[in-house]
């Protein structure tokens, strides 16, 4: 219900998190758009910006879940001081060095992938942490799915905004400013900055505790979608000669996603995460099946819309189940290791349909979305019966 949003709202740290929270998501979805913007205008080369940006995005999900394990002992505020220093210096780096030696360029960015702060996680690890009421944790992890839309429509938007305002280097140098606000701002303001000592009997790998590695993979489906969705989406904008609507039609997925994931949050549930997390797959995978079955420009816009109304919903879903899962004191390890898996699907994806619309043309690269998210339907069910940890 709507109390509970607004018991979230009040509480002492709201603003920090979410304020601090959706403007450290800007950068994150700033920085591959502004990539390619930087090295296909210096170097001009698309397949070199295409080859950084995978850079970025992989060593992120490699070093994101290890950070965020050093995180969970070391406390919040000792971690992500100096990653967000050593990120802004990493981007640096791909502005000075980066842009004259092709070397230089993909290790500056893979470096800058792997320093960047998962914001998400932190703001999810603190909600967790601090709320012990369902009903306002739901309501919460709602409005951080809603910040995540937010921040992936507004951010890539921006970029563009200013590159054609400044140039070039601008977005990325926008993405530090706003980079640096944040980390200091929410270590800051962090109200576990003494860490969590991790028990003797509790250490090993996440990937040993049951279930997590079919939510994992359900993870790495979903962002096969996301990443191929703007490939496709921009592919069959260029092939009916509409390539000015393509940017339109990106930004209208998320559109029914985030006004679902905000009503999510109104209802209190009394279905298991598990269950809930298949079934917004199940909608997501009906929903894609419209861009499958009517190939047509007239009610693409329509079917866009009606296709990420689950998304939200799924993603909260995955947020509640791995809380359920996982011992508190790793929570920032976990949600980092969910974003990785989503980094690494999002790779997967834009890679997979670039060559797959090359070959079959736009359209049929909606094939490897619902592919994906029916393989997600049925790699979830794996984790249905799966019971909560005692934290």
């Known amino acids: 219900m709507l109390s509970s949003y607004k018991s979230v709202i009040k509480k002492d740290h709201s603003f920090s998190t979410f304020g601090f929270g959706i403007l450290g998501r800007l950068p994150l979805a700033m920085n591959t758009v502004a990539l390619v913007f930087l090295i296909s205008s210096v170097k001009n080369s698309f397949a070199l910006a295409g080859l950084a940006s995978a850079c970025y995005t992989l060593a992120g999900a490699f070093a994101g879940p290890r950070i965020g394990r ?55 690890t603190r909600w967790s942490r601090s709320l012990t009421d369902e009903r306002e944790l739901g ?42 606000i944040a980390g200091f701002g929410l270590s800051l303001t962090s109200t576990d900055h003494a860490g969590h ?68 949050g109104f209802i209190h549930w009394k279905i298991e995460a598990s269950k809930r997390l298949t079934a917004s797959l199940l909608v997501m995978a009906i929903g894609t099946s419209g861009l499958v079955i009517f190939h ?21 879903s995955a947020n509640q ?43 049929h690269g909606f094939d490897l979305m619902l592919g994906a998210t029916v393989l997600a339907v049925c790699v979830s069910v794996i984790g249905i019966r799966g019971k909560k940890v005692e934290n």
């Open 70 to 124: 050093i995180a969970d002992i070391k406390g919040t505020r000792k971690v992500l001081i100096p990653i967000t220093i050593l990120n802004a210096l990493c981007i640096a780096g791909i502005l000075t060095i980066g842009e004259r030696n092709t070397p230089a360029l993909l290790i500056s960015s893979a470096l800058a992938g792997a320093t960047f702060p998962n914001f998400g996680s932190y703001t999810r």
């Open 139 to 180: 309501a919460a992890l709602s409005l951080e799915s809603v910040l995540d839309e937010t921040a992936f429509v507004v951010g890539p938007a921006l970029a563009g905004f200013l590159f054609a305002w400044k140039g070039s280097h601008s977005p990325l140098i926008g993405g530090v400013i706003f980079l640096l």
């Open 197 to 264: 000592p991790q028990p003797t009997e509790k250490h090993g790998g996440l990937l040993k505790i049951r279930y997590m590695k079919p939510l994992l993979a359900t993870l790495v489906c979903i962002g096969i979608t996301f990443g191929a969705q703007y490939v496709v989406i921009l592919a069959v904008a260029r092939e009916g000669g509409r390539a000015a609507e393509g940017g339109l039609w990106v930004g209208l997925n998320p559109i029914g996603s985030t006004v679902a994931g905000f009503l999510y």
């Open 296 to 316: 047509s420009y007239h009610t693409i816009v329509l079917l866009l819309i009606i296709a990420g109304v689950a998304i939200a919903p799924a993603l909260i």
């Open 321 to 363: 189940r791995l809380k359920e899962l996982v011992p508190i004191h790793r929570l920032n390890e976990a949600f980092s290791l969910l974003g990785a898996s989503i980094s690494i699907g999002i790779t997967i994806g834009a890679s997979v349909s670039g060559v797959l619309v090359s070959h079959f043309g736009g359209w």
